[in-house]
């Protein structure tokens, strides 16, 4: 199942209850941190139906879809995430207490900034190209020990960018600060 914006995002995290608003605080940890000052003047919120309503100072946009709304964004303001300079590492170990919403906003915001990638975890394989997104579960062998993300170079600022996500990085710090 990939292409679609809703089947990938809900293979790795369902909209049950309360998810819309466990994306959204995803998505807002994102937007406070972003590398475009432009971005962190934006607010999203979930709109009924799984679409999201984006608040910026230029007006309101409705989208259908998180990957939509990452889309519109990235594509108006700049990406959500960003490689540090410099850093060339290709594989980098992931939070273990990151969400599967985090994991899907974290993942959008990937696709979309023009990154390619792959996320291996317990549960699944993903692979994130800027033309589309593929979730395959994880097959009969052993399950990976840790979740990580494998790229050709920025891996280890890139996985920054999901504990930002995931809530697990504060406000004065963010990929590449210790």
Do not use: N
């Not at 974290?106 to 692979?127: D, E, K, P, Q, Y």
């Amino acid at each position: 199942m990939c292409g679609s914006a809703a089947t990938w995002t809900e293979r790795i995290a369902p909209l049950d209850g309360g998810g819309a608003i466990r994306r959204q605080r995803a998505l807002a940890a994102l937007l406070a941190r972003a590398p475009s000052p432009r971005l962190r003047r934006v607010k999203a919120a979930p709109w009924p139906g799984g679409g999201w309503r984006l608040a910026a100072p230029d007006g309101l946009r409705f989208a259908r879809s998180l990957d939509e709304a990452v889309a519109t964004m990235t594509g108006r303001y700049g990406p959500l995430v960003a490689a540090e300079p410099g850093d060339a590492s290709t594989t980098a170990r992931l939070p273990d207490d990151a969400s599967g919403h985090a994991l899907a906003v974290w993942a959008a915001a990937l696709r979309h900034a023009g990154f390619s990638a792959t996320i291996t975890t317990a549960r699944f394989t993903l692979t994130v190209t800027p033309s589309d997104v593929h979730v395959v579960p994880c097959g009969s062998g052993p399950p990976p020990e840790t979740a990580c993300v494998a790229a050709t170079a920025g891996a280890r600022s890139l996985a920054g960018w999901l504990e930002v996500a995931a809530g697990l990085r504060g406000r004065r710090t963010g990929p590449g600060t210790r």
